[in-house]
């Protein structure tokens, strides 16, 4: 099953046209509870650029920020291929869709929590639009950098309702860096 799961990351992976989904939301979901420092250890999506680059693409870590009006700031700390981490700040303001977000500066991009615990996993879904392409992510979120088959389930059963095949997707490998970028010098660990 984990093999299935197979998922990656770039900062599109936040994308979306309202509608076209037949991926639920999390009822009533509580930024104040999702807020925090997510790993990202899996993705699938149907993008090229992701699929031309998942097998090489190291587990990325997101902090969350709820913001005034109900917004979201999520600060992305990814790895890159020469050891270095990179960081992007994004801003999603809250769509008319309860619980979708939205961040027409990163093409057009609508993310929503399909699933979450709060405590341990959460699922996202995103939907970009790029000129004529729409391309769909699902994301799974975990509060430390291990996968549990159980959270990894979610993501898979979401899979066909987003239009995917498990098949486009990969596990992402822990990296040294990713977490570091959010911690005060003093906390960041020794490499």
């Known amino acids: ?6 998922i990656g990351w770039t900062p599109a992976l936040l994308a979306a046209s309202p509608g076209q989904a037949q991926v639920p939301a999390q009822a009533n979901l509580d930024t104040s509870q999702f807020q925090g420092i997510w790993y990202v250890v899996g993705a699938v999506s149907d993008d090229q650029g992701f699929l ?3 097998d090489s693409v190291k587990m990325p870590v997101v902090l969350v ?7 979201l700031g999520l600060k992305f700390g990814y790895p890159t291929p020469d050891g270095e ?3 992007m700040d994004a801003t999603f303001t809250k769509d008319a869709v309860d619980g979708h977000f939205a961040s027409p500066a990163m093409a057009q991009t609508i993310i929503w ?26 994301q ?4 430390a950098p291990e996968l549990f088959p159980e959270d990894a389930q979610k993501m898979q059963q979401l899979a066909p309702e987003a239009g995917l095949n498990p098949s486009q997707g990969t596990l992402l490998p822990k990296s040294a860096g990713g977490r570091k970028i959010f911690l ?8």
């Open 113 to 138: 929590v399909a699933f979450t615990d709060y405590k341990h996993f959460a699922v996202l879904y995103s939907e970009t639009q790029k000129g004529d392409v729409r391309n769909v992510r699902l």
């Open 184 to 191: 005060p010098a003093q906390q960041q660990p020794s490499q």
């Open 65 to 71: 920020t709820p913001l005034a009006n109900s917004d």
């Open 1 to 6: 099953m984990l093999q299935m799961l197979r």
């Open 52 to 54: 031309d680059s998942k």
């Open 140 to 143: 799974l979120y975990t509060r």
């Open 85 to 87: 981490c990179q960081k």
